[in-house]
């Protein structure tokens, strides 16, 4: 387990990282990204969609181009100022929460679409917060998580398991389908200087 899959460290790693993390964020996650994962998912009016681990709100603006109203959480309180700065705290089209992935605060049967960006490498056990995603989500409902690929080389792959999770589509197939999920697939990401830096999953919760 790395260094930061601790749900502490994590927070204090983002009480400094909240700071620049708009400005440092699009070198490795970029709107152009963010639009490829967006086009994975079969949008439709009136859904219901969960942002876990929204962070500063740049998933959340994406995602709020194709519904009117996303539910977005985080266990950062740094990270959620910066998004209420954005959004507001309370008012739609964001209803904001801080909370944990892994006990998420809402009922079963929810929503039509669960998507985290860059906070699965946090977690301490992704299947248990995996499975909390197929909880809140309606039967047939799609999910979608983007992750850091597992890197190239052996120092390279110490390296990374030191710092947080990183994985590649063997593990993804593993985690979410030992969450429960059906359909699942696989798409590479990234910016133009490394293509495959993120690893995004989709599925569906069963009918």
């Known amino acids: ?22 400005q440092v964020n699009p070198f490795i996650w970029n709107e152009e990204m963010r639009a490829d994962a967006l086009e994975l998912l079969d949008f439709e009016p009136g859904m219901t969609v969960l942002d876990v681990g929204c962070g500063t709100g740049f998933a ?6 194709y519904v009117d109203e996303v539910y977005a959480l985080d266990q950062s309180e740094h990270q959620l100022e910066k998004a209420y700065g954005k959004f507001g705290k309370r008012a739609p089209p964001v209803q904001f929460h801080r909370g944990d992935a892994e006990r998420l605060p809402f009922a079963t049967d929810t929503f039509d679409v669960v998507w985290s960006s ?12 995996l499975r909390e995603f197929r909880r809140v989500l309606k039967p047939g409902g799609q999910v ?3 992750g850091p690929n597992y890197p190239d ?16 589509e063997y593990e993804a197939d593993r985690m ?9 697939k696989h798409a590479f990401m990234g910016p ?16």
């Open 192 to 207: 133009s200087y490394d293509p495959d830096v993120a690893i995004t999953t989709i599925g569906r919760a069963p009918e």
């Open 144 to 146: 979608l998580v983007v």
């Open 1 to 22: 387990m790395g260094v930061l899959e601790h749900k502490a460290r994590a927070r204090l790693f983002y009480k400094y990282l909240s700071r620049v993390y708009d």
């Open 176 to 184: 979410f389908k030992g969450a429960g999920f059906e359909e699942v």
């Open 60 to 65: 959340t603006e994406g995602l709020l181009e």
């Open 153 to 168: 080389g052996l120092l390279a792959r110490k390296l990374a398991d030191s710092i947080m999770l990183f994985y590649d």
């Open 118 to 129: 860059g906070s699965i490498e946090y977690w301490p056990n992704p299947i248990l917060a």
